[in-house]
């Protein structure tokens, strides 16, 4: 059994790795407008036209030493620790939840929240498409899991309608319709308790993480709340569950230890 599981899990990191550099293609070629599908991928600089050996996932990548075969312009490291990372999600997916629906869904919600992520970091907008893909997983969830469809309903509406209160009340300064879209979405996914907690270590990661970054370098004051609610969501898609009976079990604690006195 134990090798059967091994078997499984190496396939899907492998798997994760190769949709991993797809997510490389979407995240340069949707910001630009640029057909993803139809035109072959090519160096940036001398415009070589890459070969399918040139286009395995991290490994070309090593073995060229982050070059070009033809020019020797640098390629970004970026392109071989999208594929790693989406690997590695799918990879923790499996071992969390085995094979099942969830791992299905959450595959596609962690690809989806690193691809928009990158381009909302760079571009400051998330593209409608991925709200829309995010929004597919949610409903398929709410039919596969029927019984529970309140969770679902209420996790679609609990983070997404203070937040576009807050966007009216802004005009759009306070918080991204991106950022908005994608709560509601990944709600849906989720249910309410882990969207309300992602939502937290989302502010939480951000806040700390944006001042850390302007006091050390300076940067502009503009934020890009995408990368941040999504790094909450992955939190709250492994760990949600514990860490929220942890807090009760705290509360309740405190709570004993109150009526004792
Ligand atoms: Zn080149």
């Known amino acids: 059994m134990f090798e059967f599981r091994l078997y499984i899990g190496i396939m899907i990191f492998l798997f994760g790795i190769t949709v991993g550099s797809f997510l490389n293609v979407l995240i340069y070629r949707i910001p630009k407008k640029e057909e993803f599908v139809k035109t072959r991928s090519h160096c940036m600089s001398c415009g070589y036209q890459l070969e399918w050996y ?104 609990s983070v997404s309608v203070p937040l576009l209160l807050i966007f009216y009340a802004t005009k759009g300064r306070g918080i991204g319709g991106g950022d908005v879209k994608l709560m509601g979405a990944a709600g849906l996914l989720l249910g309410w308790k882990l969207i309300v907690l992602a939502f937290f270590l989302g502010c939480l990661l951000g806040s700390v993480i944006h001042i850390a970054r302007m006091k050390i370098s300076g940067e502009s004051h503009v934020l890009a709340m995408g990368p941040y609610l999504s790094a909450g969501i992955v939190i709250a898609c492994f760990v949600g569950e514990r860490l929220i009976s942890a807090y009760f079990g705290y509360l309740d604690s405190l709570l004993a230890g109150f009526i004792l006195i």
């Open 54 to 157: 040139d286009l395995i996932p991290i490994f070309s990548w090593l073995t060229l030493g982050g070059k070009c075969r033809k020019c020797k312009s640098k390629i970004s490291a970026q392109y071989p620790l999208i594929e790693l990372l989406n690997g590695i999600l799918w990879l923790l997916s499996f071992l969390f939840y085995d094979l099942s629906i969830t791992t299905l869904l959450y595959c596609g919600l962690f690809s989806s929240l690193i691809a928009l992520s990158v381009i909302d970091f760079r571009t400051y907008e998330i593209p409608v498409g991925f709200n829309i893909f995010i929004l597919v997983l949610g409903t398929i969830r709410v039919i596969t899991d029927y019984r529970s469809w309140p969770e679902y309903i209420i996790g679609l509406v």
